[in-house]
């Protein structure tokens, strides 16, 4: 990858990430009026206005938009008014862990997938391709919430092998990791065993079994790495959607990731705490296609990355 | 040979892993106790207590007030404060203990109280307290000598102790330009840590003024599911767990109790139909409470007939509740439309999303009976924002004809504290604007003992029964897990205050 592909890919991703900041700047003013949400409900209607007052939002909106993209340029997001410490500060404590929490299940689940889908795939039509569809579709489809509730019921109540909840050691991760693993390993194992068969069928791969390859070698060396393309594609795509964070799954288990952080800071109209975080995951996301871009050369030499 | 290595290790590690027990904490058998509660609180500061999630914390615990009030009959008890007196109309003397000292070290006196108080007031610090319970009245402190305090008001405040209750009193070492994340009380509990996210420690106070707590170290962690916070229980990761769900809370763990809050529906009476006294009693007779008691709320709510809870100072015992009669309502009904009343006008049921467990579930059970005797009624949800537009005052005049799910609370134990924002004309909520019911709050406010109870009785009863301007539902309870090895009943008061040092291991 050569440095002016960075350069070229960084200024798009600049102007993107432009437009998205400005969007969310409105979206989220368009939501409501936080002096509402953060004063008490009996407090008087100047205690209103003065908060408006204090935090600029008695000033027409494209002045405080003004204001903010001022902010913006010197990478200033402001106060959270739930927390009431600078945005990012807590944006930047919640992402590792959303990070982390997103790419050990993702990286699980794409290897899980590769195996079970390549079974699949060489198995195609018979009784374990039938039984690896069945619990693939099921994987993809379950709802994060209820596997989460079920996992706390069967490991922690049950069982007592698994803390319910909660943010520590490696055994505080394998419920939240358990949970999110499964929608793309459904998902991934259905892609890998569909570009699978196709490859499978290639003339590439007859050629390599006329050749005297041996049946593991043609399936794992030849086919999988040509089939790989789509769900690493896929697997990029999933991994954005990991780094706005696990939603539900961290609400869940109270893992503190920045999709919580995210969730409460939409129901709480904290500003500063999504405008920062929505950056954040933006920065990510474009580290992440670009990581994408790398490894699709590394997989597929015919792809350059330029 | 190195993959059985690989192996082996992994094997290990998952065995390590997966031990049994190693997820169980063993709080239990020692002074540590864990409570789990919904949310992080906002702020750990002493001046933001009246927002319920910091009090739990704070109040009581870390911090304590001049007085408190009594779960049993919301009387004024000493505290900090070892006796009060009223000196004149607007003057109040409090004896302040003289043993006392801040987690910092600094001493507890009338100079602390001064500064505290005068930090709740400061505008520039938006305060909980000084925006709600201190609102509309200034209150000057003045330290007479370290143990004697004058409070002064600039309009009579017949209630001064009872708001006192609300002032937690911060060292006198709290910042004044801005709130604190660290606070130092004078409570059985200092602060320890707070790791964002994820918890708040406490430990015991050695040299607090009163009983020593039991429990030396309290965690306080918060979960957003019903269910997980449940289990945390009944694995015994925690201790004490609130806000269960009525379909979680089924076990001899799971108590409930009475927590000074009342469910209603306001009724927007300016906008036709509802400004037909008929129409809102239709609305009042068509709904089953007990129907929904047991079912949808729990089984211990009690039918309600006025906004305050019976523990309230100023409840009227003598107000008829609502019977259930979508007979009665259904020719009320076509009463008012003989009358041009256009009852068949659609009206909308706001109700806000969480507000109580099982709250869009209720709203869906009144809207069928309230169709069923009759009413166009369309229900819609809102998150929290959006409905505290439809709450709070300034109101579109085109407005839909509608009706607002909304909880009362009233832990500060006087009607004072609900009546003038919801029922009187310049209230922010209220949708009545009737000058002899102003007259009757402006003066029962004003009023003491008998004369006072008497007036703000006279005031729920004119609003239940002569403009009927809600529809009154429960009394609620909120249902605690305890673990079966841990003292502790939760009273009125435990949706505001912990009281860990009341708690101990059997």
């Known amino acids: 990858m050569s440095f002016t592909y960075f350069l070229k890919r960084a200024v798009f991703a600049a102007l993107a990430l432009a437009a998205l900041m400005t969007s969310a700047f409105f979206l989220v003013r368009l939501t409501g009026d936080p002096a509402n949400l953060y004063l008490p409900v009996d407090a008087s209607d100047a205690a209103r206005e003065a908060m408006r007052v204090r935090l600029g939002l008695d000033h027409s909106l494209p002045w405080q938009f003004l204001d903010w993209a001022g902010d913006m340029l010197s990478l200033d997001f402001g106060t959270s008014l739930w927390h009431n410490r600078p945005a990012m500060d807590v944006v930047l404590e919640a992402l590792p862990n959303t990070l982390a929490l997103g790419a050990i299940a993702l990286t699980l689940a794409f290897i899980a997938a590769v195996i079970i889908g390549s079974i699949a795939a060489v198995n195609a039509g018979g009784w374990i391709d039938r039984g690896i569809n069945v619990l693939s579709q099921a994987a993809a489809s379950v709802p994060d919430f209820w596997l989460g509730l079920m996992g706390v019921l069967l490991f922690a109540v049950t069982l007592r092998i698994l803390p319910t909840s909660g943010f520590g050691g490696p055994i505080y991760w394998i419920l939240p990791v358990a949970c999110l693993f499964a929608r793309p390993f459904g998902t991934l194992v259905q892609i890998v065993r569909g570009s699978m068969i196709e490859a499978l069928n290639a003339t590439f791969v007859r050629t390599a079994r006329a050749k005297g390859a041996r049946g593991g070698r043609v399936t794992f060396v030849h086919a999988l790495r040509n089939a790989l393309l789509p769900a690493v594609t896929v697997t990029g795509d999933l991994a954005a959607q990991f780094a706005g964070g696990g939603g539900v799954v961290e609400v869940v288990f109270g893992f503190p990731g920045i999709g919580k952080l995210l969730i409460d800071g939409i129901l709480k109209r904290d500003f500063a705490i999504v405008q920062a975080s929505i950056f954040a995951v933006a920065v990510v996301i474009f580290f992440i296609n670009i990581l994408v871009d790398m490894l699709y050369a590394s997989i597929d030499p015919r792809v350059r990355v330029e | ?506």
Request: glycine share 6%; proline share 6%.
């Open chain 2, 1 to 506: 040979m190195k993959k059985i290595k690989g192996i082996g290790a992994l094997s290990i590690g998952l065995a390590f892993l997966l031990a049994p027990g190693s997820a169980i904490r063993a709080d239990a058998a020692s002074d540590k106790l864990t409570v789990v509660v919904t949310d992080e609180p906002k702020s750990l500061d002493p001046c933001d207590t009246d927002l319920s999630g910091n009090s739990r914390i704070l109040h009581n615990n870390i911090t304590e007030a001049l007085v408190n009030l009594s779960p049993a009959d919301g009387s004024v008890v000493p505290s900090l404060a070892t006796g009060w007196r009223q000196v004149d109309e607007l003057t109040w003397e409090f004896k302040l203990r003289d043993d006392v000292t801040f987690h910092d070290g600094k001493a507890f006196d009338a100079n602390a109280v001064v500064a505290a108080l005068k930090r709740a007031q400061d505008p520039a610090l938006a305060c909980e307290v000084g925006l709600a319970t201190l609102k509309g009245v200034k209150f000057n402190a003045e330290a007479v000598n370290p143990t004697t305090l004058l409070i002064k008001t600039d309009i009579v405040e017949p209630i001064l102790p009872n708001k006192m209750s609300a002032v937690d009193i911060g060292s006198p070492a709290t910042p004044n330009d801005g709130k604190s994340r660290s606070p130092a009380g004078t409570g059985p509990y200092k602060f320890a840590a707070w790791t964002p996210g994820q918890s708040v420690d406490l430990v015991a106070y050695d040299g607090y003024w009163g009983d020593k707590p039991t429990i030396k170290n309290a965690t306080i962690i918060w979960r957003a599911e019903s269910a997980v916070r449940a289990a945390m229980v009944a694995t015994g990761e925690a201790q004490i767990a609130y806000e269960i769900a009525p379909q979680d809370g089924t076990t001899e763990q799971d108590h409930s109790f009475p927590n000074a809050e009342t469910s209603l529906l306001r009724i927007d009476a300016e906008i036709p139909p509802l400004n037909d006294k008929r129409v809102r009693e239709a609305l009042n007779l068509a709904i089953d409470r007990d129907g929904l008691v047991g079912t949808i709320f729990h089984q211990d709510a009690q039918k309600a007939m006025q906004a305050v809870p019976p523990s309230v100072f100023g409840f009227n015992p003598d107000i008829p509740i609502w019977t259930y009669d979508p007979e009665k309502a259904k020719s009320l009904l076509a009463a008012a439309k003989a009358d041009g009343v256009p009852i068949d006008k659609e009206i909308v049921i706001y109700g806000r999303i969480g507000i109580y467990p099982n709250s869009s579930e209720s709203l869906e059970a009144i809207q069928a009976m309230l169709a069923d005797a009759g009413f166009n009624a369309r229900l819609e949800m809102l998150e929290t924002s959006p409905w505290l537009k439809k709450l709070l005052k300034p109101w579109d005049k085109e407005r839909q004809p509608s009706i607002l799910q909304t909880q009362i609370d009233n832990t500060e134990g006087d009607a004072v504290f609900t009546l003038p924002n919801r029922f009187t004309t310049d209230g922010n909520q209220s949708t009545i604007a009737d000058a002899k019911l102003d007259a009757l709050i402006a003066e029962a406010s004003k009023a003491t003992g008998d004369e006072r109870k008497k007036l703000f009785e006279e005031a729920f009863s004119y609003i239940a029964v002569d403009t009927v301007n809600i529809v009154p539902l429960f009394h609620m309870v909120t249902i605690a897990r305890v673990a079966e090895n841990v003292t502790y009943t939760p009273d009125v008061q435990a949706g505001n205050e912990i009281k860990l040092k009341s708690i101990s291991y059997r």
